[in-house]
């Protein structure tokens, strides 16, 4: 059963008033490809645009996409959010940026959507910064890659659902 659906079938929010705090870690990825022109001006380092260099705007609309993910994703707790951690990989011979978001608290609940918010954010100011270039940009993958935490962690490297 999904834990976001009640006996009747309608949305709820999962009730973790009775659940543990414990420390929840996750780590989730954002992959982006670049097309030709934008991966060049890429190519040296940060570029600065109109609107600010575009992968430092990227770090911050990613911690901003982790503090307001409940507020945009319906059936999210709000949590007390300890670290964030946005990372940028650029890999312009294969024309990919890679974002990893990493987040942690001490919660009843664990951080992975505030991961996935964050990585996805970030990935959509990239993708704002360079469309004027070329609106070619794919966000191409959102993943979960690790959490801890709770009744179970879950590690991608581990599976092969997909």
């Known amino acids: 059963m999904l834990s976001h659906v009640d006996a009747k079938g309608q949305p709820a929010m999962v009730n973790v008033g009775e659940k543990p705090v414990t420390k ?10 670049l097309p030709a022109e ?11 645009t109109k609107k600010g260099p575009v992968f430092h705007t990227a770090v ?11 507020e945009l994703i319906p059936l999210c707790h709000p949590l007390p959010l300890e670290d964030c951690q946005i990372e940028i990989k ?9 974002i990893h978001c990493r ?6 609940t664990g951080v992975e959507m505030e991961a996935l918010t964050g990585a996805t954010v970030a990935a ?16 191409h993958e959102i993943r979960l890659m690790e959490k801890t935490g709770g009744k179970t962690d879950y590690n991608a490297a581990d599976t092969a659902d997909y």
Do not use: C, F
């Open 24 to 33: 929840r870690t996750a780590h989730a990825v954002a992959v982006v490809m």
């Open 38 to 48: 934008l991966a060049a001006l890429l190519k040296d380092g940060e570029i600065n």
């Open 60 to 70: 911050l609309a990613g911690v901003m996409g982790v503090k307001r993910t409940s």
């Open 90 to 98: 650029p890999d312009l011979t294969h024309r990919e940026v890679t």
């Open 103 to 108: 987040v942690q608290t001490h919660a009843k």
């Open 124 to 139: 959509l100011a990239l993708y704002d910064m360079g469309k004027s270039v070329s609106p070619g940009i794919v966000i």
